[in-house]
Structures are given as structure tokens and as C-alpha cells.
């Protein structure tokens, strides 16, 4: 089993809905999470980071968090073709990353 | 403010090569860190340094490998002697350190290996 798992897609959906990216962690000592995304041929950029279970919101992105069920998920609302993008899922304190889940977002 | 700044953007070299990367960190960053990334296994973390001094070299994949920070405004990752399965893009970091757990990345560099 991977330590850090995310499917691979592509994850496609329509411009103005809600994209749902998930990722699920091996190692129940893992304290802190992290959503990168990166375009294409550029290098990931963090988008936000969450530590406690629950939700945390900024602008259109809400990450969530259950440690209980060892899943951490990031919901795009409103999502725009400019969201197209692999998303990476990080766990600390190994700083592993997934694979990454591409997503496409269409007009 | 200039980012994080890698060189050379690509290289290609044979097998058998030696081959150095380069990067520049953020100016003021305590945090510098080593990414190689394929597609089949993603991105990894090779190294890490804390105010130059090597933290965690564990994702360091053997001997062929090495990296240096001589001062706070570079570091390099060396790959002597380099083998084709060492194809991918490698990535470096900074955060500073009150946000260790932003880390800022560079363009990356492609390395081709023959």
C-alpha cells in the first residue's frame, strides 16, 4: 500500500461545478496536509494546508480532513476551466506526496 | 523578489556522466529541499537543509547521489555516474522559517539521461 494514494483520473467536470479531489494516508502518526497544484510543465504551487479534522475554507477551496478515516479531500467550487491542473496531496512530517489527480475542467 | 532560481533548465548527458544541478533559494529562506519527480512514482523528497546543514538525507537513493549546501544561497545535487533510470525532473524549495510548511518551488530542472 502507498503511503499517500490518489486516483490518477482525469477528474473531468463542467466549468461551474464542484470538483471533489480525495487522498488517503497510510500512517495514522501524520499531523499535518497539504494540496499543491501544478499546470502542466510548471512546478506545484501550495494552495492551502489543513491540521486539525474538519473543514478550512479559502476563497473557492475547502479542504477536509478526518483523521478517524485517514482521507483528506479538497473541493473546488465554482471551478473554471484555469483550474485544470494535477492536484498533490502532501502529508508531513515524511513530506510525502501522491501521484496526483489531474483534473480538467470544460466550458 | 526573485523566485527560487535552478540551473540548468535541461540537461541531457550519457550514462556514465557526471551531472550537477544548481539552485539559487529565496533570499532569506532557512529551508532548502531536493524533489525528483516521474511520473511513475511522483514526486519524492531527496534532501532537505536547515541553515545549510543537511537534515534528512533518507530519500537519497544511493551513493550516486549527493548534494551540498556551501552557503545560504546555494546548493547542489550532483549525480556521478548518472544512468538513464535517473531521468526525470528534479525540483528545489525554500521556505522560511516561519512558515516552514510553505515551501516555494523552483522551474525545475529536466535531466535527460542517455
Known amino acids: 500500500q502507498k503511503e499517500v494514494e490518489q486516483n490518477s483520473g482525469p477528474l473531468s467536470v463542467p466549468e461551474g461545478a464542484i470538483a471533489s479531489l480525495n487522498c488517503t494516508y497510510s500512517?495514522?502518526?501524520?499531523?499535518?496536509f497539504f494540496w499543491y497544484r501544478q499546470y502542466s510543465g510548471k512546478s506545484p504551487e501550495l494552495i492551502m494546508f489543513?491540521?486539525?479534522?474538519g473543514d478550512k475554507e479559502d476563497g473557492r477551496f475547502t479542504a477536509q480532513l478526518n483523521k478517524a478515516s485517514q482521507y483528506v479531500s479538497l473541493l473546488i467550487r465554482d471551478s473554471q476551466p484555469s483550474d485544470s491542473a494535477t492536484y498533490l496531496c502532501a502529508v508531513r512530517p515524511k513530506l510525502i506526496f501522491g501521484t496526483g489527480t489531474r483534473l480538467q475542467v470544460f466550458p | 523578489d526573485a523566485g527560487v532560481i535552478q540551473s540548468p533548465r535541461h540537461e541531457v548527458t550519457e550514462m556514465g556522466q557526471e551531472v550537477t544541478l544548481r539552485c539559487k533559494p529565496i533570499?532569506?529562506?532557512?529551508?532548502l529541499f531536493w524533489y525528483r519527480q516521474t511520473m511513475m512514482r511522483g514526486l519524492e523528497l531527496l534532501i532537505y537543509f536547515n541553515n545549510n546543514v543537511p537534515i534528512d538525507d533518507s530519500g537519497m537513493p544511493e551513493d550516486r547521489f549527493s548534494a551540498k549546501m556551501p552557503n545560504a544561497s546555494f546548493s547542489t545535487l550532483k549525480i556521478q555516474p548518472s544512468e538513464p533510470r535517473d531521468s526525470a525532473v528534479y525540483f528545489c524549495?525554500?521556505?522560511?522559517?516561519?512558515?516552514?510548511?510553505?515551501?516555494?518551488f523552483g522551474p525545475g530542472t529536466r535531466l535527460t539521461v542517455l
Open positions: 500512517d495514522r502518526g501524520s499531523q499535518s
Open positions: 533570499s532569506g529562506h532557512d529551508y
Open positions: 489543513i491540521y486539525s479534522n
Open positions: 524549495a525554500s521556505s522560511p522559517h516561519s512558515s516552514y510548511n510553505e515551501q516555494f
